[in-house]
Every structure is written in structure tokens, then in C-alpha cells.
């Protein structure tokens, strides 16, 4: 009788056991990641960084963003929010604002003030997102009990995961070394930042020599490393190994070309250990939620290209990151106390010159002032002395709605006509693949398919412009022959990998079509609260169910 009631005991408590949510939740962005690296750097990362979540978490081989333009901003708003631009509103990484006829960052707001260095970049907050976040919902369910911490190298890389009622979001500040806040979120930086911050890592990292971590010879997953098409750094001849911090950073800018390396991931990896320790993350009674953005392998994968030895050194180095992340997350949360999630905000091109000397088609389109200047002049023809283009982001073109604001026989101007001439003569640009104005994107369903589809979705209709364009596969905004970005609808953009690791998560793999906008509600399914408010994601059962 004893023995059976112990026996009853024990299912009740495993019953228990099994509906406990995670301590914490750590919410892992590799700035412009692609799926590819998993695969093509496999051979190089040790057993317990990336391939610790390849084969023991569940891995999503064939996940995408479902929207254009995929950008940092909004690529991390999208993870957050199991939305798209058209609803959680950040459609760029900054847009015009056409009643301000200001450029606006998507964190910035004039109302912060920066804390923890006085001339930092910290008049920021999330007060653009109109959304909430998995981590605002936490917040809201636990009764605000959970603790909501967001860190990274970029301050929209911070702010925009950690959601509207975090207990902060710190950012580096390349101009002092330190991490900062704003005024949004904390009066003063709390103690465990301010000894991070005296520990001056940085500066011991700008002191130091980026060599490659393993011997070079063994790059034999990337090109050259002298290669036609990587960006140099200020007094250096070649893109070549070792980069000497010391000699270069006077002229490439001190801190921004530190976190332009390896350094910037060692750095952001040794302030989310301190950030666990300071905060007391996944010690209380509640869930909390850090997150992660490392933004160092972006700012260097637009320098050098998805082909070159330097990202895959990031890459090496970053699997060395997240092992001593995932080993301390054991020593201090408990090893079956906690969820990881690993994603991208978006991926990236090919260098465009590259595919040309290979005989892909692809190329650079001129955009910005160039392109205005252009167009405005082709319409002095039919609207003599009027500049009608405002403005230029994101592959959308903004009017000056001021000249259509009268009426068309006194004005002179015809907003369809203007509509219809600037169509046409994008649409037969070298390079240009498909033009919409905004009536016709406002006729789109959400769940449209193909280009127009990935437009709409990342539309808004209040900040988006008047003519939205999408260039052919292997074009870039912009550019030279060195270098490449990100922003297209296409694959090489869209294809992100998605890891689930931990408490709650079944082994496997999946290659079952998924969007970016499918974490948050499985995050919400499998910690049984409320989806976020704009979140137009589905949960990813496989995951959960392991089927
Ligand atoms: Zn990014």
C-alpha cells in the first residue's frame, strides 16, 4: 500500500514535471545567417556550439521570411512578433516619414536619453513597434513577474526583441567602448554593467590581431583569401590575414572596426554571460527571457561576402561563442531548465560581381539620390518645374503628396498618370523585376503568393511609400564590386535557420516549409500564453509534437 502510493506520487509529480515551463528562455539572432552555413561550415564547429542544437533540439531546414524587405529591423521585429511589416509596422531599418519629410530610424525617438554615456547613441525605444512580442506577452501573463532582458552589438538588434515592457535592452556604444541603455528602460545602468563595462574588453580586443582561429589551409569551404571581391579596411593592401587592430584602428574608426570582427561576438558572448549572472536569469519562479543578437557577422558578411575565409571565421568563432554560452547556461539555469532558439533576421546575397565573372546574371541598381535625380528629371517633360519623387528606401519610391494634394486641371498633376509614367519607366530598367504601385497593393490579399505576396506582407500602409519595386535575383540595392547586402524576396535572403533546443523540445528535423513568423507562437503554444497581438504565424508542431 505504501509502495503504491509513492508509485502515485511519483507519476503526479513527473505529471508536474513534464507541464513546468522553461526557467528561461534565450532567444538567439546571428545578424544575416543563412541556413547554407550550417551545412557548409559543419565540419569546422566543435560538437556542443551549433551541432549541439542541430542534433539534439529540432532543427527547420526550409524556413523563411515571408516579406520584403528583409532587413535587421524588421527581420528582428518579425521573429518577436510572429508578424510582418504590414502589421508590426517596422518596414525598414529607417523609412521617410512623409509629415515629418525626415529619414527616421526605426528605434530612434527623440523623447530617451542615453544611459551610460552621455554622448552615446541611446535616444532609443520600441515605441515604433505596434505590436507586442513574445516578450511583452510573457511580461503581460506572468503579472510582469518575469524578467525580460535583450542584448546585442546593434541598439535595434536589443530593443526590438526585448519588446515594450522589458526590464531593459543594452547596446554597444562605439564611441565609448561601453554598453549602454536609454532612458526607456532604467535611470542608471545597474552594477553588473557598470563592472562589465570597466573590465574594458574592448579595448584589450583593439589591441589584439585577427588571425584565423584554425590553421588557414584548412579554409577549404570559402575562396582566396585575397579576393577581388572584399571591401579593404584604411591602410591595409589586401584583404588578407592578420588583420593588426592596433595598426588599423586610428584610421577605421577605433570601436566600429572592432565589432567589424570576431571581437564584437567575444564581446556581445562574455556580456550575456554577465548579463545571466547579474540578472539572476531562470532563477525565480517565472520564466525569463534574454535575448541575443549578434551583429558582428553582419557587419563583416557585408564587407567580405558569403564566400570569404573571414565569415567562416566568424562562424568558427561564433560555435566556440555559443558553447561556452550553452555550458555556463548548464552550470547556472540547469540543464534541462532552459530553451534555446536560434534564428537569423534575414540572410544574404552573393557579392553581384561575382555572379557576373561567373556568368550569373546579377548586378548592382543604382538607388538613392541617383535614381531620384534621374526620375525627377524624366518627369520634367510631362510636369514642368515639379519634383515629384520625395524620396527613396527600401525599393519604394515616396511622392511629394503635396503637388497631387489639389485639384489635377490647376495642379497640372495626375497622381495616376504620374503613378503609371514612373511604373513604366522603372519597370524597363536592366535589373528591375516587377513594380507596384499602392492601389495595386492594396488590392492584395495578406496571404498572396509570389513577389507581390512578399511585398504586401512587409507593406504598411501608413509608413510604406507609393511605388514598391523588386529587383531580379542577384541584384542589390546599391553598391560596388565589392561587397553585398540583403533586403530581395528571394531564397538567398529568406532561407534562415530556425533551432529549437531544450526543455520542451523534440529531437528532429523538419523540411517542411516554415516562416520566421512561426516562432513566436510556438513559443507562445509551448509556454501556454497568449499569442503576440499582430502575430499572424502559425505554432510549428513539429517541434512540439515531434511528429
Ligand atoms: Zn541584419
Excluded at 513534464?18 to 557548409?40: C, H, N, S, T
Excluded at 559543419?42 to 531546414?61: A, N, P, V, Y
Excluded at 520584403?68 to 529607417?94: K, L, R
Excluded at 529531437?507 to 502575430?535: E, M, Q, W
Aim: hydrophobic residues 35%; contains cysteine.
Amino acid at each position: 500500500m505504501k509502495k503504491f502510493a509513492v508509485l502515485i506520487c511519483l507519476f503526479v509529480h513527473q505529471a508536474l514535471l513534464a507541464q513546468e515551463k522553461p526557467k528561461l528562455i534565450v532567444g538567439i539572432v546571428v545578424d544575416q545567417m543563412r541556413q547554407e552555413y550550417l551545412y557548409r561550415f559543419e565540419r569546422k564547429f566543435g560538437e556542443s556550439g551549433f551541432k549541439r542544437l542541430m542534433s539534439q533540439g529540432f532543427m527547420l531546414t526550409n524556413a523563411h521570411y515571408n516579406y520584403v524587405p528583409t532587413y535587421t529591423g524588421p527581420g528582428h521585429a518579425s521573429i518577436f512578433t510572429g508578424s510582418t511589416p504590414a502589421i508590426h509596422g517596422i518596414i525598414g531599418n529607417d523609412w521617410w516619414d512623409r509629415s515629418l519629410k525626415i529619414s527616421v530610424n526605426c528605434v530612434e525617438d527623440a523623447r530617451q536619453k542615453p544611459i551610460g554615456s552621455v554622448e552615446g547613441n541611446g535616444d532609443v525605444s520600441p515605441w515604433r513597434l505596434l505590436s507586442t512580442t513574445i516578450t511583452d506577452e510573457l511580461k503581460l501573463s506572468s503579472q510582469k513577474k518575469s524578467k525580460v532582458i535583450g542584448i546585442s552589438i546593434k541598439d535595434r538588434g536589443a530593443v526590438l526583441p526585448a519588446g515594450h515592457l522589458a526590464d531593459a535592452a543594452y547596446w554597444f556604444d562605439s564611441k565609448t567602448g561601453k554598453f549602454i541603455s536609454s532612458t526607456y528602460y532604467v535611470n542608471a545602468l545597474p552594477t553588473w554593467v557598470e563592472n562589465f563595462n570597466a573590465l574594458k574588453l574592448g579595448e584589450t580586443y583593439l589591441n589584439k590581431e585577427w588571425n584565423t582561429f584554425l590553421p588557414i589551409s584548412q579554409y577549404t569551404e570559402s575562396g582566396p583569401d585575397d579576393s577581388p571581391y572584399e571591401q579593404k579596411w584604411k591602410g591595409v593592401d589586401k584583404p588578407i590575414f592578420p588583420y593588426d587592430l592596433k595598426r588599423l584602428k586610428d584610421a577605421n574608426g577605433n570601436y566600429d572596426l572592432m565589432i567589424q570582427t570576431p571581437f564584437g561576438d567575444d564581446l556581445l558572448a562574455s556580456f550575456a554571460e554577465a548579463a545571466l549572472k547579474g540578472e539572476n536569469l531562470g532563477k525565480g519562479d517565472q520564466t525569463d527571457f534574454l535575448t541575443v543578437s549578434f551583429s558582428s557577422p553582419d557587419i563583416i558578411g557585408h564587407r567580405m561576402g558569403p564566400n570569404s575565409i573571414e565569415v567562416e571565421d566568424v562562424y568558427i568563432r561564433l560555435d566556440r561563442n555559443l558553447e561556452s554560452l550553452f555550458n555556463k547556461l548548464d552550470s547556472e539555469v540547469g540543464k534541462s531548465n532552459y530553451l534555446v532558439f536560434l534564428t537569423a533576421d534575414h540572410a544574404v546575397a552573393e557579392v553581384p560581381q561575382s555572379l557576373k565573372d561567373d556568368r550569373i546574371p546579377g548586378g548592382n541598381f543604382v538607388e538613392g539620390k541617383a535614381m531620384r535625380d534621374e526620375l525627377n528629371t524624366f518627369l520634367q517633360k510631362q510636369f514642368p518645374g515639379k519634383k515629384l519623387i520625395e524620396y527613396d528606401y527600401n525599393n519604394q519610391l515616396y511622392f511629394n503628396q503635396d503637388l497631387f494634394a489639389g485639384d489635377p486641371r490647376t495642379s497640372g498633376i495626375d497622381l495616376l498618370i504620374a503613378t503609371d509614367l514612373i511604373t513604366n519607366y522603372l519597370q524597363s530598367k536592366e535589373g528591375v523585376a516587377q513594380v507596384f504601385s499602392k492601389s495595386t497593393l492594396k488590392q492584395g490579399g495578406y496571404n498572396e503568393a509570389g513577389i507581390k505576396g512578399m511585398i504586401v506582407r512587409g507593406y504598411n500602409y501608413k509608413r510604406s511609400g507609393d511605388i514598391a519595386y523588386e529587383l531580379e535575383p542577384g541584384w542589390i540595392g546599391g553598391g560596388g564590386p565589392q561587397g553585398t547586402t540583403h533586403g530581395s524576396s528571394f531564397s538567398y535572403d529568406t532561407n534562415v535557420p530556425i533551432l529549437f533546443y531544450g526543455k520542451g523540445i523534440q529531437k528532429g528535423s523538419s523540411a517542411k516549409y516554415h516562416t520566421i513568423t512561426d516562432i513566436a507562437p510556438t513559443l507562445s503554444v509551448l509556454l501556454r500564453i497568449k499569442f503576440p497581438s499582430g502575430c499572424t504565424g502559425q505554432p510549428i508542431t513539429e517541434i512540439i509534437d515531434g511528429k
